[in-house]
């Protein structure tokens, strides 16, 4: 089925619960790729207590994000060993000019010399760290609660555009066509929501804020990309706070020094 995945989404957050630093959200989940089979998500509006209820979403949702994030990582340092290389000795490999077009194609980039493509892969082949998924994902699903969530794993809210390519909201407004994209696993929709991050236009200031840190040798952080994430909802700015206060109240910045730790995130 051919589907049209679009970045928009509500992200409305429902409540701040200050007891606690319990953060208490809901979300309209709004579409994404394949990915291998995982585990599905636990029944997590099952837990009644807050904090249990978000321990679980966490414990569950981080390896799968390391994973993908793992899948990504390996890729760039692809591109980085083909510059690298191309720098001393002033040549790329044919098959790494294959590779190079194919990924090119893959993230968008039109420039067909092997050059321009490792300077842009650079930018878009990359990552965001763990808490900045976390925060986002514990939004757009009501922490892995929202019907999108259980019937479709739609954690990021992506929409399709197709009829049948996923779910209809109970509230569409008449006349629309959106549906709620329906994924095959958790995996798929963290795919999903990276590949948007690093290819769709309105996401530009995300990456450059990365690409800053980048050049200078900086961590990622989720408070400072989430920056670059205005035009994720409709709500704009007020979405960016509120991704840095789930950020902040669950110490999410924590899971970001072990990831990096042990990936050095390059």
Known sequence: MDTTYSPRASGALAGLVAAGAVIVVAALGLSGPRGPAVAPLPPLAAIDEPDARKTAFIDYLYPVILEVTDEILAERRRVVAISAAHARHGGISRIDQWWLAERARQYRISDPTPEGQLARLERRLDVVPPSLALAQAAIESGWGTSRFAVEGNNLFGHWCFVEGCGLVPDRRPAGARHEVAVFDSTTTAVRRYLYNLNTHRAYRPLRDL?????????????????????????????????????????????????????????
Not at 226 to 240: H, K, M, T, W
Not at 241 to 265: C, G, K, M, Y
């Open 210 to 266: 990365r690409a800053e840190a980048r050049s200078e040798g900086r961590p990622l952080s989720g408070l400072e990309l989430a920056g670059g994430l205005a035009r994720y909802s409709e709500r704009g700015q007020p979405y960016v706070r509120d991704v840095r206060i789930v950020i902040r109240a669950n110490d999410l910045e924590s899971l970001d020094t072990q990831w990096q730790e042990v990936n050095h995130a390059h």
